[in-house]
């Protein structure tokens, strides 16, 4: 059973540090965002109230993309919370940005989704139960997750192109910060990266420290989840249907439970491993036939077969039809 949607909101300490360290107090935020400095401090704020934060501090820097890479870079790894600090002290760069996916969870409004297709991997921005946040909230999650790589491989990594759907103030202090171009007005929120780089050490390794952060993690993450253990496990499947190496033992391993355990919870929820890697691929393979880019035997090869002959014969299984019709009629 899913978990009961909590709009309540705990804002972390190190970000009013991070503020402070800006010149921008927390009774400055209270007085921009017309709330109380207690109710801020002490509580969990509303999701109105924590959008009107975001914006207050937007507000009172002027530019929404100055206002991004000062509290990006202004943010010390040591006022970092829970969540984070297992991301900074994971093994390379992916294990990090999953760790982020994953936990981000435990702290809404916001969520990421991770894709790596090809060359790259694509991390898009959405939000749980609500309209889209304020542009200075969009922006310093995704150039977080870029400073994060910075700072645990300690190399100077670029992104291959950034998009928002909101306007972004100054572009080019933008294009600066991400060393890429980068598009406003677009349909989604998203960060593109090399992929190469995602299997880049991480220095901050701290395998140590990850088993103590990580079980109190999941436990925190099992009682906030929005997800039942079935969708998290499809959504880690579409996150790497193209690696051959997917099976029951890896993806267990990253829920942190035996094999035998996800079979049996799995069995509990009414399916089954191999179930639900067919309607992955089947909702992937939809999702993909819609961006005609995309050629027939990419996806195939995206999605986890090693022949377009192995999909044909699939997709005519899920629609009764050759994925090249498909297309034609739903796109």
């Avoid at 202090?173 to 598009?183: I, Q, S």
């Avoid at 993909?288 to 002959?309: C, F, P, T, V, W």
């Amino acid at each position: 059973m899913k978990a009961a949607f909590s709009p309540g909101i705990k804002i972390h300490p190190g970000f009013w540090d991070s503020l402070n360290q800006l010149g921008i107090t927390m009774h400055d935020i209270a007085e921009e965002a017309n709330v109380i400095p207690s109710s801020i401090h002490e509580s969990e704020v509303t999701q109105e109230q924590y959008f009107s934060i975001w914006q207050a501090y937007s507000s009172l820097v002027g530019d929404t993309a100055e206002a991004i890479v000062r509290l990006t870079k202004s943010f010390e790894v040591s006022k970092y919370p829970p969540s984070v600090l297992a991301a900074y002290h994971a093994r390379d760069y992916r294990d990090a940005l999953l760790r982020m996916t994953r936990y981000k969870q435990i702290c809404p409004p916001e969520r990421l989704h991770m894709r790596e297709a090809g060359d790259r991997c694509f991390i898009q921005l959405d939000w749980h139960h609500s309209e889209a946040g304020p542009a200075l909230l969009i922006g310093t999650t995704l150039a977080f997750l870029l400073e994060l790589g910075r700072r645990g491989t300690g190399q100077p990594l670029v992104a291959e192109l950034v998009e928002f759907t909101h306007p972004m103030g100054d572009v080019k202090t933008l294009e600066a910060f991400f060393g890429c171009e980068v598009r406003t007005g677009s349909r989604l929120n998203q960060l593109t990266l090399n992929r190469l780089d995602l299997d880049l050490a991480f220095q901050s390794y701290n395998v140590e420290l990850l088993d103590i952060l990580t079980p109190i993690l999941d436990k925190s993450l099992a009682g906030h989840s929005y997800q039942s253990l079935s969708e998290i496990v499809k959504c880690i499947f579409k996150r790497n249907l193209s690696d051959k190496r997917l099976d029951i033992y890896t993806i267990a391993r990253e829920l942190h439970m035996s094999e035998r355990s996800l079979q049996r919870k799995l069995m509990q929820e009414g399916t089954t491993f191999k179930q639900l890697l067919t309607e992955a691929r089947h909702e992937q393979a939809r999702a993909y036939l819609s961006d005609r880019s995309l050629d027939i035997k990419e996806i195939a090869y995206l999605i986890g077969y090693q022949d377009q002959n192995s999909f044909y014969r699939a997709f005519r299984t899920w629609e009764g039809d050759t994925p090249s019709n498909w297309r034609v009629r739903h796109v």
